[in-house]
């Protein structure tokens, strides 16, 4: 067990261009969730997986936004058009489908966008 | 909704005083409460965590925290503060997805 990895872990990028995120989850975890934290901010929710199905899209997820996770294993997270708003850093979690709301989420180091 | 409070944004502490980091929980039924931390560059570690039972939860590193349901707090202490547990904390409760609290940065002066 290797816990989750996200990749890249810093991304800069300027205003407007296409951005993807890449977050592998602990192997034998079938939730994976995805979190925007912005400075002397808590991590704010974005969105989740069950196996390959998203489940729940928070309204901070707009449509320039779109995460998938197509056989259930790593999930991507991209960004168009890409607005110095979007600077954030950007976690990604894994849980097992266990007691529901108590399942512990195990999260990955983060990939950290600026826009420039 | 579910949400939590970290009343407190920043503390300072001496290597060696004990800590009391609080969080104020607002839900009706019995909540399920998370205490993580991220330190710079690491990603946020699971503290402890409370579901129902004993309201005393023992986490790791000698952290411990009491739920107090006559309070709606949450609160993480720690007897003997070491200047490793510089950090932000996050007290989190849970539905579908985790609800953070704004964090508390600690510091801890040698």
């Known amino acids: 067990d290797t816990g989750v990895s996200q990749n890249p872990r810093h991304k800069i990028t300027k205003r407007g261009q296409n951005v993807t995120f890449r977050c592998d989850p602990i192997?034998?975890?079938?939730?994976l969730y995805w979190y925007r934290q912005t400075l002397g901010q808590g991590p704010e929710f974005l969105t989740y997986?069950?196996?390959?199905?998203?489940?729940?899209k928070s309204r901070l997820l707009s449509d320039r936004f779109s995460a998938e996770r197509p056989k259930g294993s790593f999930s991507t997270l991209e960004i168009q058009r890409t607005e110095q708003g979007d600077s954030a850093m950007y976690l990604c979690a894994s849980s097992s489908l266990a007691g529901g709301p108590s399942d512990t989420q195990y999260f990955g180091p983060g990939t950290r966008l600026t826009v420039l | 909704a579910q949400s939590v409070t970290q009343p407190d944004i920043h503390i300072t502490v001496s290597e060696g005083a004990s800590l009391e980091l609080r969080c104020n929980y607002s839900y009706g039924a019995t909540p399920y409460l998370f205490w993580y931390v991220q330190s710079p560059g690491q990603g946020l570690q699971l503290l402890l965590k409370y579901f129902s039972g004993d309201t005393l939860v023992q986490g790791i590193k000698g952290f411990e925290a009491e739920f107090k349901r006559s309070q709606s707090s949450f609160n993480l202490r720690k007897p003997s503060v070491h200047w490793s547990d510089a950090a932000e904390y996050f007290c989190?409760?849970?539905?579908?997805?985790?609800?953070f609290g704004t964090g508390t940065s600690l510091t801890v002066i040698p």
């Open positions: 997986f069950q196996n390959e199905a998203q489940l729940e």
């Open positions: 192997s034998e975890h079938n939730r």
């Open positions: 989190v409760t849970t539905g579908n997805q985790f609800y």
